[in-house]
């Protein structure tokens, strides 16, 4: 559901009272935590969709990665996880046995199990998982403390929903997918667990509000600002001329809409190409840390190290908004 919509339902619900609830829906985190002892609290989220890519087993696995991430950017450790599917009466058994084992075979690679789940029928094909993580109450990692001075981190390109899209509607070829689809079948298991030497004020995960709006959550829980460089942030390739050509999802024209509806300002040299990129919805995106500049450029290298590409995009300033340059 768009952000907007999202937050206004939510106000309708019944405060959460319960202390041992340390993140709940106030904040528009990744995930929830619930304290079960001193030294101990679970991390939980969930996240399913219809398929994004042409071949099943990969469609599984993207769809596994990204529930994952969710717990990765509380900064949480993976336990297990509860597979929710829908596919059409119709389908041929085999194609719904890729699509499983693709998520199993990611939760391994997570180090965890799927250890049951729920399907139902439906026109649409639908995947995701319930996954379960573990974390010290006082390491969580929220998307709404970030400090201004913080350099912001992105940990993998933008442009996966406008290039999914052509695919699409065949605007491009299988070919033009493989870097976007590795980038999505990505754990954020490294590039979350070489936080653990590091201070990291924010994190959160970029998906489907894209890369403003996931950062709007985070300046605006943290009352600050951030001013991103534009040609610094990491693109796929041919995202860009794609988004040039007029190809965008609906969700990613939304998310640009709101962003500016919210009083994001960008420099005129930022086109409107560029504009909409920063907007794409993503699948499985990288996280977005802010992190101290000693923390960010040590953690970048180590970083480099593991093959994880960590880009400098911006900072956190004081002053309320985001600038792009
Ligand atoms: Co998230
Ligand atoms: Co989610």
Redesign the pocket.
């Known amino acids: 559901m768009d952000a907007s919509v999202l937050a206004q339902v939510l106000r309708e619900l019944p405060p959460i009272d319960d202390p041992n609830v340390l993140v709940g829906t106030s904040t528009a985190d ?1 995930a929830g935590v619930y304290k079960l002892r001193d030294d101990l609290a679970l991390v939980q989220t969930v996240d399913f969709f219809t398929p994004i890519v042409d071949d099943p087993y990969t469609f599984g696995a993207i769809a596994a990665a990204n529930a994952l ?2 717990v990765y ?1 509380m900064g949480g450790r993976p336990i297990s996880a509860l597979a929710i599917a829908a596919f059409p009466e119709d389908m041929d058994p085999q194609t719904i046995g890729a699509v499983l084992r693709g998520g199993a075979d990611k939760a391994r690679e997570a180090g965890i199990n799927i250890i049951g789940g729920h399907t139902i029928k439906d026109d649409e094909p639908k995947y995701g998982l319930a996954v379960t993580g573990v974390i010290h109450p006082d390491r969580v990692l929220r998307n709404s403390t970030a400090q201004p001075g913080d350099v912001l981190l992105l940990t993998k390109p933008i442009g996966t929903g406008i290039l999914t899209t052509a695919r699409r509607s065949d605007r491009i070829g299988d070919d033009a997918m493989t870097v976007a689809i590795a980038s999505m079948s990505a754990l954020n298991r490294t590039a979350a667990e070489l936080l653990d030497g590091c201070e990291v004020h924010a994190a ?2 970029v ?1 489907g509000f894209g890369l403003l709006g996931h950062l709007r959550e985070m300046v605006s829980g943290a009352n600050a600002g951030a001013e991103i460089v534009a040609s610094d942030v990491p693109l796929l390739a041919g995202a860009l001329e794609l988004a040039r050509a007029g190809v965008a999802p609906g969700g990613t024209k939304t998310n640009l809409a709101q962003a500016l509806a919210a009083g994001v300002r960008f420099d005129e040299r930022v086109d409107e190409a560029l504009r909409l990129l920063l907007a794409d919805a993503q699948t499985s995106g990288g996280l977005l840390l802010a992190m101290p500049a000693a923390d960010a450029a040590r953690y970048q290298t180590q970083a480099a190290a593991r093959g994880v590409r960590a880009a400098a995009i911006g900072t956190i300033v004081g002053e309320p908004g985001i600038r792009v340059r």
């Open positions: 990744d991430s969710d950017a959160t995960d998906t």
